[in-house]
């Protein structure tokens, strides 16, 4: 999978619209607006990342997007209500690369190209995530933003597989994922914590 996005315009792989949203890009001027987004009670699902989250979280965080978007051509995009323009969330692609456990040990994730340690062998994946308002929460926006990323990621021929990781006790975000069809594969373990980790396959 190496290099199969490099070059590619994140315009031309991923979806500008669904039913009901917008799928815009995040800019390097949006760091106040993330540090702000991350720091609403419930944005961030991570026992480890409680508000106030600092701005270097914000600063390192969308860095990722924007060399990601340059290096793969996908990650994360805000999301608008096509009826109102409001902004509503996140979603989206990125790379996670995986470290095969040794036997009876969990495979470990490190999301972004290059974060896994030296010295181990990767596989790069496909990898879908969210973030929403709590307002907006349960109407069906996470699931249609996944799906409709997740229908054009295989139509673009980006994977024939897209995996993601959710926390135990997170039953929304593991709704989301088997709404979209994924399927649970086990246990994993990303940044530093046990996760489910999902497949979906083209
Ligand atoms: C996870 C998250 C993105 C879901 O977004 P959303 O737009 O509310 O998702 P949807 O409305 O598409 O679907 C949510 C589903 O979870 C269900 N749900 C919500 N809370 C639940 C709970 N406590 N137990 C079981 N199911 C629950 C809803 O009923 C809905 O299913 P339904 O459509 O069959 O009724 C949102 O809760 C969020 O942003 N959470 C904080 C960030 C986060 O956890 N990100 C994921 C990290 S893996």
Redesign the pocket.
């Known amino acids: 999978m190496a290099g199969k996005y490099n070059n590619a315009a994140p315009e031309k792989t991923l979806p500008l619209e669904s039913e009901r949203l917008i799928f815009k890009y995040f800019k390097a001027s949006d760091l106040e607006f993330i540090h702000n987004f991350h720091n609403v009670p419930?944005?961030?699902?991570d026992p480890n990342l409680k508000p106030p989250i600092p701005l270097s979280h914000a600063k390192s965080w969308l860095n990722n997007q924007l060399n990601s978007y340059r290096q793969e051509g996908i990650g994360h995009q805000p999301i608008y209500l096509k009826e109102t323009g409001e902004f509503i969330?996140r979603n989206g692609l990125r790379i996670v690369e995986v470290v095969k456990g040794a036997q009876g040990e969990r495979d470990q994730w490190y999301w972004y190209r290059g974060s896994a340690p030296k010295g181990f062998d990767t596989r790069a994946m496909l990898e879908i995530?969210?973030?929403?308002l709590?307002q907006?929460?349960?109407?069906?926006?996470?699931?249609?933003a996944t799906r409709a990323l997740c229908t054009k990621a295989f139509e673009d021929n980006l994977s024939d597989r897209i995996v993601?990781?959710?926390?135990a006790d997170?039953?929304?975000?593991a709704?989301?994922l088997e709404?979209c069809g994924f399927k649970q594969t086990g246990e994993v373990t990303g940044l530093g914590m046990d996760v489910i980790g999902y497949v979906l396959e083209k």
């Open positions: 419930g944005v961030i699902n969330g995530g969210y973030a929403f709590p907006y929460w349960n109407k069906g926006y996470a699931t249609e993601a990781a959710v926390a997170n039953p929304a975000s709704s989301v709404k």
